[in-house]
């Protein structure tokens, strides 16, 4: 039987992640991954090929609605393949994945195809294509989640579907209808908006990307409207129904009245569940709390002392980044090193148009712990940068201490805001405050200057374009 220093069950940003960095300190190490593909939901059927589809779908927008407002004239109709845009987006998910491959080759680390499931604490059974039982002194599990469903939806992944199916659809819906105003449904209401479909979003708080500061919800809400989605908030969905290629959802809006929606496509995309199906953790004493997720402690470890857990399938937000992070965290734990994550430092981003992003405290927050704060807002509009572009849609926010001028979060939607947020994490790593931020140079014209000039306005007021 081989033995190991490390078994990594499932291969997703947090598996791989950990079975590199655990390598790269010395360790024997193997990972075990059902799918034939390494990945996870991220690289195959979440992250990578999601943006491949608002990438494409951007670039028809922008084509058929944009290009004429800079003296760009295309004769003739422009049209979509969907066919060649779906193989196109799978094109870049083989490459994607295939580099994995690589990645696992060049750290001598040995993949296993096949469902792990505990023997014990420290054996591993692998049924499928590479069946075989292992011995591990550590074990990591990275098995992630799938997505949700409402207990009385059938999702008949047809036409009542998940993200994974509307990543590959055949045709483009003519009423996609949406349970959900979450990332999911945001990101890919916004593909096949652009695409042509009509879109309805039924979603059941007050407000679509609910987690997020209130400010970004309505402004990302406007370009919804804009763009001509319907914007059902405060709807409660009742019933799901499907009569030949129509889907009929109820759903009980605010005033307790029952409205009805119909249209050939529903995605329902109402957030995802940690999966352990098959993993048999029981029988490594690794104890699942009422909520489905791997109970871990602040180091990530199990009920089980040589058993640790990370990414989607524990406690927190469920992000590859997080994941990633967590995956390194536990391989240096295990390497003997002290290492940290801050979790109020991880952003997170709607890949949408104009893109959302944030990290830090929300303004709900920060009004709930009873934190004095203040605000330096900064629009984009007033960016040379973001008119040249014709992107002027959004604003950077920057909440800081009253008293000390720390920055506690900062709150962004508007172009290349997913890459912007990364100079807040930076900031705040490094405990920066408005007043600093607003003193280093910011190359000009950028889309960057938008972050100072937040900074000058929560430091006195002092914004200089606006
Ligand atoms: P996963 O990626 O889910 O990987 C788990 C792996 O374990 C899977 O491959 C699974 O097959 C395998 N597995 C499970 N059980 C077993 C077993 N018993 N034996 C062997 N293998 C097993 N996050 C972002 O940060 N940015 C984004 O832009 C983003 N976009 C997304 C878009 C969509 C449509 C979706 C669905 C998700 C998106 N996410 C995004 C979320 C992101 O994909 C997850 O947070 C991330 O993949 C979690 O990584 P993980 O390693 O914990 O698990
Ligand atoms: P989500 O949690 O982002 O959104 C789910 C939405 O559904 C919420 O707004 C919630 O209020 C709503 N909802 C819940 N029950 C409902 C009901 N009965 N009726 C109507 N609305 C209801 O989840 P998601 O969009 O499904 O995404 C799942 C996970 O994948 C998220 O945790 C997210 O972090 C991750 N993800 C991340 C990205 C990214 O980082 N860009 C992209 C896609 C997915």
Redesign the pocket.
Known sequence: MKSYDVAIIGSGPGGYVAAIRCAQLGMKTAIIEKYSTLGG?CLNV??IP?KALLSSSHHYEEATKHFEDHGIEIPGEIKINLEKMIARKQAVVDQTTGGIDFLMKKNKIDVYEGLGSFKDATHITIEGKDADEIEAKNTIIATG?K??N?PFINLDKERVIT?TEALKLKEVPKHLMI?????????LGQVYRRLGAEVTV????DR????MDAGLSKELNKVFKKAKCSMMVS???QSVERKGDEVIIK?ENKKGEVVEFKGDYCL?????RPYTDGLNAEAAGVKINDRGQVEVNDHLQTSASNIYAIG?VVRG????HKAEEEGVFVAETLAGQKPHIDYNLIP????TWPEVAAVGKTEEELKASGTEYKVGQFPFRALGRARASGDIDGFVKILADTSTDEVLGVHMIGARCADLIAEAVTAMEFRASAEDISRYSHAHPTFAEAIKEAALAATDDRALHA
């Not at 679509?208 to 987690?211: E, Q, V």
């Open positions: 939901t979440g992250c999601s989640s997505p949700s409402l993200s349970i959900g105003g979450g990332v999911i449904g945001l990101e039924i979603e059941y708080m679509i990307l609910p987690t709807h409660k969905v759903a329902v995309s109402v957030g995802r989607d937000a469920m992000l590859a997170g981003v709607v890949y």
